[in-house]
């Protein structure tokens, strides 16, 4: 089984850049073109979070017209960029699974792994959280299916990377949502968003990772200074691919518009045996 997540995509209206500078909307085009092209296909692709840029209804619906373009199936979660009422008034219902509107938690069943969506954001708050409604969700879901091989969608890490956006914006909770995780070992991975850089860390049993923004990247310092700094050099995502010996093996991907390459190595070795 393979996903592609995507994530951070901060897309604008059309004919504006993220933070006047971001090609967002054509960075997440760039990406889906790469994604469309990859075989085998992905089953699904997971978002996860902060789709628009500035949590407008037009960017929203922009995000939709670009990430309509998958061709394969695609699930949402929100992010602090959000607004809950424009991703369900555009998603709701197809690409967000939830019955409410106010509670985007959801299952995604019918694949060889089982996919849990997590609302982790805050109300007016650029940090996480694992609300008790969600906890309650999850551990409801958990109970349900505690053998079959699950992965967990959600915004924000909850955990500290070293970062302003995970150390000082904080994730409320995370002692508490950690503690239901450890008792569940079919937990294959918690993959989140928010920090626009690559990083993996085991925690309570599993594997929380983050993957990079196909906006923007964040440049990374651990120093902690502020103000956060980005890059415009690169887009990228990742690609999950769940095994048959039910390893899940995450690649991240990064995807230049001026590709140099591939090279196959046998032509640029020629005299030499190949081994
Ligand atoms: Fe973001
Ligand atoms: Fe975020």
């Known amino acids: 089984m393979l996903i592609a997540q995507i994530s951070d995509p901060h897309i604008t209206e059309i004919g504006e850049k993220a933070y006047n500078i971001v090609p967002s909307n054509d960075n997440l085009a760039l990406c889906i073109k790469h994604i469309n092209q990859l075989e085998p296909q992905p089953d699904l692709a997971l978002i996860t979070g902060d789709i628009a840029n500035d949590k407008k209804l037009e960017q ?53 792994m089982r996919i849990i969506g997590l609302d982790s954001t805050k109300e007016n708050a650029a940090g996480g959280q694992m609300s008790q409604a969600g906890q309650q969700f999850l551990g409801k879901c958990l109970i349900e299916e505690p053998h079959k091989p699950t992965l967990i ?83 990228g995502y990742q690609l999950h691919h769940f ?18 390459g591939p090279y196959p190595f046998i032509e640029h070795r020629p005299n030499q045996e190949l081994k």
């Not at 619906?61 to 695609?74: F, G």
């Open 60 to 112: 929203t619906k922009n995000a939709a017209s670009i990430l309509d373009n998958l061709n394969c199936p695609y699930y949402i979660i929100p992010g602090n960029h959000d607004d809950k009422q424009a991703l369900w008034s555009v998603f709701g219902g197809k690409a967000i699974l939830s019955k409410d509107k106010n509670f985007i938690n959801y299952v995604i069943d019918g694949y060889k």
């Open 153 to 235: 969608f959600m915004h924000h890490p909850p955990i500290k990377c070293s970062l302003i956006e995970t150390d000082i914006d904080g994730f409320d909770r995370a002692e508490e949502f950690g503690e239901l995780i450890a008792k569940f070992s079919n937990i294959k991975a918690i993959i989140c968003g928010h920090i626009h850089l690559p990083t993996n860390s085991l925690w309570n049993g599993t594997i929380v990772s983050t993957a990079p923004s196909t906006g923007m990247q964040l440049r990374l310092d651990l120093s902690m200074k502020k103000p956060s700094e980005f890059y415009l050099n690169k887009t």
């Open 243 to 260: 095994t048959k010996q039910q390893n899940l093996i995450t690649h991240t991907i990064y995807v230049h518009k001026n590709n140099d």
